[in-house]
């Protein structure tokens, strides 16, 4: 078993339990695109002091910016803040996290797609923003060249896991999101 391999089946629960609460919000409705970019925001915001010399470092400045303009095209706070982090995550987690959101935030982008408010639709620097599927694979090379066991191991899996709790967290900040209807 490789790094990756091990990352993927030790956060999956926590990876579903955020990709649930996001998956809810109606991307096409203001509130429901205001609330994912608030988590965003507040996220990256938080966690961008961490990432120093991390691959994702760029990536994370990038879709902070870009999460505060659309925000402030919705008519939202852009400056919203967050608890801090209780401990610097590793390297590998953060870019683990944050390079893999890119892949789901392309299927998101679909969504955000079919809006007809023209408001929400200005709202477009976050989902045109660059795949970034660089800095994932450079990510996947490094982690399937390490080990699956280990105290590093253990370590950066327990800090993916606190990353994707921290998102959750920083999800449920938002009051009353519209929710988009499962068919």
Not at 161 to 183: G, K, M, T, W
Request: aromatic share 8%; charged share 20%.
């Amino acid at each position: 078993m490789t790094l990756r391999a091990r990352l993927r089946a030790q956060t999956a629960s926590a990876h579903y339990r955020l990709d649930t609460r996001v998956s809810g919000w109606d991307l096409v409705d203001r509130h429901g695109l205001a609330a994912f970019l608030g988590m965003q925001r507040r996220a990256l915001g938080a966690l961008r002091p961490y990432a120093r010399r991390d691959l994702s470092q760029d990536m994370m400045d990038d879709l902070h910016a870009r999460a505060g303009a659309d925000l402030t095209v919705l008519g939202c706070d852009a400056s919203v803040s967050t608890r801090d982090l209780p401990v610097a995550p590793m390297s590998l987690a953060l870019d683990y996290v944050i390079a893999g959101s890119r892949l789901g935030s392309a299927l998101l982008g679909k969504r955000w797609l079919g809006a007809r408010d023209m408001q929400v639709r200005r709202a477009s620097a976050y989902f045109s923003a660059p795949s970034y599927i660089e800095v994932w694979q450079t990510f996947c090379a490094q982690a399937a060249r390490l080990p699956a066991e280990g105290l590093a191991a253990d370590r950066i899996v327990c800090d993916a896991n606190h990353i994707f709790q921290f998102y959750d967290h920083c999800a449920s900040q938002d009051p009353e999101p519209r929710l988009y209807a499962h068919v």
